[in-house]
């Protein structure tokens, strides 16, 4: 063993450990300790709640009381809406309801001219403005993964980039058969529902005033605003910035045609193009087309006689799907939604139910902590 050895095991700093009596250096234990601080030694100062039956009973009642009133005020809000719900399906045997079985059997072609059809009803009760105009699709699964994800944000964002090459996401709809870059691409932007809607108001006469609705403003703010952009027209054209794309199969026409500029956008910024690409949770749902609240119809929409005239392009019997218009009013909570009244109810029940349980099991056993 060498002097230096010797003379470091003398000192302390080294072990024999191991066969042989080999020396391992030991380590410094000031170097090892934490830092004297609050955090690392655990002295940090904490709170513990002792639940006792004062404390739970009382929240798990007040609870309940507020959730209990908060769902009667959302369900007695959501039954005073009124709605009139019109289907327009035209499945075989409901001729009664619209002419539309025509268009229904025609829409099954992809190269068909496009076919109106009407639905003549009447609104039993004044409609107070603003009144909203959705259109309903059942069995339609949006929820479908590889649907939902089949479309290219950084595209729908107007990048330049990404307009000519589209994610891997969007096949079969990424390119056409000449290989040309779909804009916009995915299965979502492709399905976009195109069923259009005129609404009139029948006169005495016998005459039809058609009513002013406004497609402006039917989409979230931040959808229209910052998610959704067209590309940088080039030349003041937008019609060049989409130049070497192509339009999606079961589109009539590009793009930048999409819509109008005063009315409810152009593109990628048409906003009956933003609410379809926010897809639903459930297979049978509703969108916003448009409001009545401007003309001589800015404050109610009065009973009596209407006729919706439809341009008919959407076929759904091919999936046993359906189609309806609804014609609804808005409250304080927006428009009609049963489920979060429910919801609300049954939360509070359950609270007050689960207090009652727990007030009657204390008085029934608290002698036994009296013993204790």
């Known amino acids: ?97 619209s002419n539309c079985s025509r268009c229904a059997n025609l829409s099954a072609h992809p190269a068909h001219s496009p076919c109106v059809c009407g639905i003549r009803f009447v609104l039993p009760v004044d409609f107070p403005a603003p009144v909203c105009l ?10 479908n993964r590889r649907y939902s994800v089949s479309r290219d944000n950084e595209q729908l964002n107007g990048d330049a980039w990404a307009l000519r090459n589209p994610i891997t996401e969007c096949e079969p709809y990424q390119k056409n058969g000449s290989g040309t870059p779909i804009a916009p691409c995915g299965s979502i932007a492709n399905s976009l529902f195109n069923d259009t809607f005129v609404l009139y108001r029948s006169l005495s006469d016998g005459t039809l005033d058609p009513i002013d609705m406004d497609k402006r403003g039917i989409s979230w703010w931040t959808d229209t605003n910052v998610m959704f952009r067209n590309p940088e027209p080039v030349n003041k054209s937008l019609a060049l910035a989409f130049k070497g794309t192509a339009k999606p199969p079961s589109w009539p026409y590009p793009a930048y045609k999409l819509g109008n500029v005063n009315t409810s956008g152009v593109g990628f910024v048409n906003e009956h193009f933003v609410v379809w ?48 218009v609804i014609l609804s009013t808005l409250s304080w909570m927006g428009g009609k939604n049963s489920f979060l009244g429910i919801t609300y109810l049954v939360c509070g029940a359950l609270c007050i139910i689960t207090g009652v349980v727990m007030l009657v099991v204390h008085f029934k056993f608290r002698h036994l902590n009296e013993e204790d």
């Open 1 to 97: 063993m060498k002097k230096e050895e010797l003379s470091a095991m003398a000192s302390g700093s080294y072990n024999l450990s191991g066969r042989g009596g080999i020396a391992v250096p030991e380590s410094d234990p000031a170097q090892n300790r934490p830092d004297n601080t609050a955090f690392t030694q655990q002295r940090l100062p904490a709170w513990q709640p002792l639940l006792s039956a004062g404390t739970v009973l009382p929240l798990f009642l007040v609870l309940g009381t507020a959730f209990l009133a908060i769902g009667l005020g959302l369900h007695f809000s959501s039954e005073n809406i009124q709605e009139l719900e019109l289907d327009y399906t035209g499945a075989p045997g409901s001729e009664g309801i």
């Open 134 to 143: 959705y259109y309903q699709l059942s069995n339609y699964y949006q929820n």
């Open 277 to 324: 690409m926010r897809t639903a949770a459930l297979p049978t749902f509703r969108k916003l087309y448009s409001r009545i609240r401007r003309g001589n119809f800015s404050t109610v929409l009065p009973r009596g006689t209407y006729y919706l005239n439809i341009t008919y392009n959407y076929p759904v019997l091919s999936f046993n799907g359906s189609k309806k």
